[in-house]
């Protein structure tokens, strides 16, 4: 069977989520990852080729790159795995596309822009949640406000979190946060600072995180100043201030092998009914030196959902030519109304 694009990480939380979206929609992905028992499983569940080797092996990922005009790269975490298959979507003049979260990942890809360009390759990382709906929304806001000097965003969802993203999160839990000042991405403190944020219900407390859009909302915006919150329970935002002092331990081998077993310990990620009840809800402002504001607030199904959802869609358009070369955010390659077309999405612009 004809592949229609190759999907690494197939068989994690989050890959089982597109491969059953792209199958959905008619598409044939090349099942793909490490470990060849749970593809041959996987694939024979969903009546798909499948291919395993490890991305350190350069000449089998040319080979399975080669087979296709694009890869949607699922297996993280992305500060481990990312450079790898770019380094190979440039060899092989394959297009690029994953739903990292990770700062460092963004940057990477965005110093790849050059050669990016000269290869006719496209490089969009961040195709899902991380960061389709948040950038969406900082380019809405500048278009909004094109004077905007400042911009900050805000989040919460409900249904749970998956594996991956928890490991993601113990790995970079000693690293502190992120915000972007003067155009220079800049370490903050964790959990830096906290505010009140109305996503359309009231008051919420939302804390600052190291998101992604840190790094896209600049490149998408050309904004110098930008900070991301998310809604944290007070317990965990007391923990994330405790990292400040115990950083280094966290990062310890000991600490990370701990914190991994209970991470592997628990469930894959939430069920299909946690998914079907949850929803993201955003928010973000930009303001100028005037003192200007433009505020809108977003509204989209769970994160994993979209995520399936934005990333196999992405694809989609690749397929069909539109694969702008170069680095490229979610709002540059497809416009800041992109988020607007999957079901369950509503934008309000707040006067």
């Known amino acids: 069977m004809a592949a229609d694009f190759l999907l690494y990480g197939s068989y994690g939380y989050t890959g089982r989520l597109i491969a ?10 090349l099942l793909a990852g490490r470990d060849a028992r749970q593809l041959e499983a996987q694939a024979a569940e969903l009546g798909l080729p499948h291919r395993a080797f490890a991305l350190d092996d350069a000449a089998a990922l040319d080979a399975a790159l080669g087979e296709t005009p694009v890869v949607l790269h699922a297996a993280g975490p992305f500060s481990r795995t990312a450079r790898p298959m770019v380094e190979a ?3 092989t003049g394959a297009h690029y596309l994953d739903i990292t979260g990770e700062i460092g990942v963004f940057e990477m ?25 948040s950038d969406c929304l900082a380019a809405h806001l500048k278009r909004r406000l094109p004077s905007a000097t400042s911009l900050t965003l805000a989040f919460m969802g409900t249904g749970g979190v998956s594996r991956g993203t928890l490991t993601t999160m113990a790995e970079s839990a000693g690293e502190g946060g992120a915000v972007r000042r003067g155009g220079r991405i800049t370490r903050v403190p964790a959990a830096y600072r906290s505010m009140e944020v109305d996503f359309g219900r009231g008051p919420v407390t939302v804390t600052t995180i190291p998101w992604g859009d840190v790094s896209t909302a600049y490149h998408s915006t050309g904004i110098p100043d930008i900070q991301v919150y998310t809604r944290v329970p007070r317990r965990q935002v007391r923990m994330m201030r405790a990292t400040r ?4 331990l966290l990062g310890s081998a000991p600490v990370q092998r701990m914190m991994k077993r209970s991470i592997a310990r628990g469930p894959a990620g939430p069920t299909p009914e946690q998914r079907a ?16 504001a433009a505020v809108s607030r977003l509204r989209t199904p769970e994160g994993y959902t979209l995520t399936a959802r934005t990333s196999v869609e992405a694809v989609r358009r690749v397929l069909a030519g539109e694969a702008p070369a170069g680095f490229q955010t ?20 707040v006067e």
């Open 20 to 29: 059953e979206r792209a199958r959905e929609l008619g598409l044939s992905p």
């Open 330 to 349: 979610p709002s540059r390659a497809y416009g800041p109304d992109w988020i607007l077309q999957f079901d369950g999405v509503q934008r309000e612009d």
């Open 245 to 248: 002092r115990l950083g280094w």
């Open 89 to 91: 979507c440039l060899r």
């Open 109 to 133: 890809a965005a110093a790849q822009d050059a050669k990016a360009r000269a290869a006719g390759v496209m490089l969009l990382p961040g195709a899902g949640f991380d960061v389709v709906p």
């Open 277 to 292: 009840r949850g929803l993201s809800l955003l928010w973000g402002m930009a303001v100028d030196a005037d003192g200007r």
